[in-house]
Structure formats: structure tokens, C-alpha cells
């Protein structure tokens, strides 16, 4: 039986975050989610982890769409190319600088309440296609069209990296994993890369699969973890 104290705790963080998605504080309401969905995760309740995931996503889909909608985009090269000031906008984050680099700026995005969609690319391969990688406790590749214009990806070409990216982590997860192994990869995924709706909608239904179902024995076996500091 989950603890009554903590379950209120994680319920009041929860009503917090509703009234600052309410008004329109998504950066708020984000970081309430997390630390919710955090305070849930410790205690393996399954339950409250699976009703935080829709608002959470719904905070993150805001501050998505208030990056795009800005229209402004800026292709970053060294840390020279990054604003002083940062504004809302796209982020595209390339050689010689690395995933690890778009994690930082999208954490200090955050910091400064600054609605930024950040993807990192590496080298072109062979084919000309380009590898998108987001970095965290699991690195995720996927490799895409490069966008018709280098210098200005549109808003399409980032929508579309971005997706393909999170698609390429839920093709990763293992269905005859327990539902508690499936939980801790899709938060990971999540960790790495936030900007994906089905990723957050799948963390959803691994979280009610696993309530009342037996700790599985045996450790998690883990997605290979790629290297963020190379390509």
C-alpha cells in the first residue's frame, strides 16, 4: 500500500500544476509535473505516475508549439553562435558541436523560461541522410532528410526530426519486457528527448500495465547507452 502522505503530496503537487496549465504557465506547470511524476516514480505508484503523463505532456506540447510559432530559428555551430539573451524559436545544434551541447542549451532554455524545440544533428552519412541524436541516461539516433534549406531548417523539417527521433526510441523498447522495465526506458527516453507526444502517451500505458503487476525478478537488461560526447 503506497504511502497516505506521500500520495497527498504528490496530489497537491498535482492540483498546483493544473491551476499554473490553466493559466498558462507551462514552464510551471512542467516543472510541477516532474516533480510529481518524480515523487510518484520513488514510490512505484504506477497509478498517479499514468494520470501526471497527460498533463505533462500537454505543458511540454504548449511550450512546443510557443517555439514554433516564434518563427525564428537559429543553427548553432560553436558556442559563439549562441543568442546572449536566448529567445523563443527553433534551435538547430550541429558539428563541430555535440548532443551533449544541445542538452545544455535546452536546460538553460528552460531555466530562463525560453519555449525552445533544440535538436542536434551529426555529420551527414554516405546517403546524405542526417543523424538527429538526443542525449540522457539512453541515447536516441535517428537519421532523416536533411531540411531543404541548411542554414534555416523549417518548422516542418524540425517537427518531423523531432518525431522521428522519439519513434526510433519506442522502436526500441522490448514488448516482452515487464511493464516496470518498460517505465524505466520510457522515462529515459523521455529524460533525453521531451518533445514527443506518443513517447508521453506510451509511458502512459506502460505506467497502468504495471499497477498490481509482480516486481520482476532479475536486472533490467538496459538499451545499449551511446557515447554524447562523440558522434
Not at 35 to 48: G, I, N, T, V, Y
Not at 166 to 188: F, N, S
Request: with cysteine.
Amino acid at each position: 500500500m503506497h504511502d497516505a502522505r506521500a500520495g497527498a503530496r504528490i496530489d497537491e503537487t498535482m492540483e498546483r500544476a493544473s491551476e499554473a496549465l490553466a493559466g498558462t504557465d507551462y514552464f510551471k506547470a512542467e516543472s510541477l509535473c516532474l516533480r510529481a511524476l518524480d515523487m510518484a516514480h520513488r514510490a512505484a505508484d504506477f497509478e498517479r505516475m499514468a494520470r501526471i503523463c497527460l498533463p505533462l505532456q500537454e505543458a511540454r506540447r504548449q511550450k512546443r508549439l510557443m517555439a514554433i510559432d516564434s518563427g525564428r530559428v537559429f543553427v548553432i555551430s560553436r558556442p559563439e553562435d549562441v543568442p546572449r539573451r536566448l529567445e523563443a524559436g527553433r534551435y538547430l545544434v550541429q558539428p563541430p558541436m555535440i548532443g551533449a551541447d544541445a542538452r545544455a542549451l535546452r536546460e538553460v532554455a528552460d531555466r530562463q523560461r525560453v519555449a525552445a524545440l533544440v535538436l542536434c544533428r551529426e555529420p551527414a552519412t554516405r546517403a546524405g541522410q542526417w543523424p538527429i541524436v538526443a542525449v540522457g541516461p539512453q541515447t536516441i539516433r535517428a537519421k532523416v532528410p536533411p531540411p531543404a534549406d541548411a542554414t534555416a531548417p523549417d518548422a516542418a523539417w524540425f517537427e518531423a526530426a523531432a518525431e522521428a527521433l522519439g519513434d526510433a526510441a519506442i522502436e526500441r523498447l522490448k514488448p516482452d519486457d515487464p511493464p516496470h522495465w518498460r517505465v524505466e526506458d520510457l522515462l529515459e527516453f523521455l529524460d533525453a528527448h521531451p518533445d514527443h507526444e506518443k513517447l508521453h502517451q506510451r509511458l502512459e500505458e506502460a505506467c497502468r500495465s504495471a499497477i498490481g503487476a509482480a516486481e520482476p525478478a532479475g536486472r533490467r537488461r538496459r538499451n545499449v547507452v551511446d557515447d554524447p560526447f562523440g558522434f
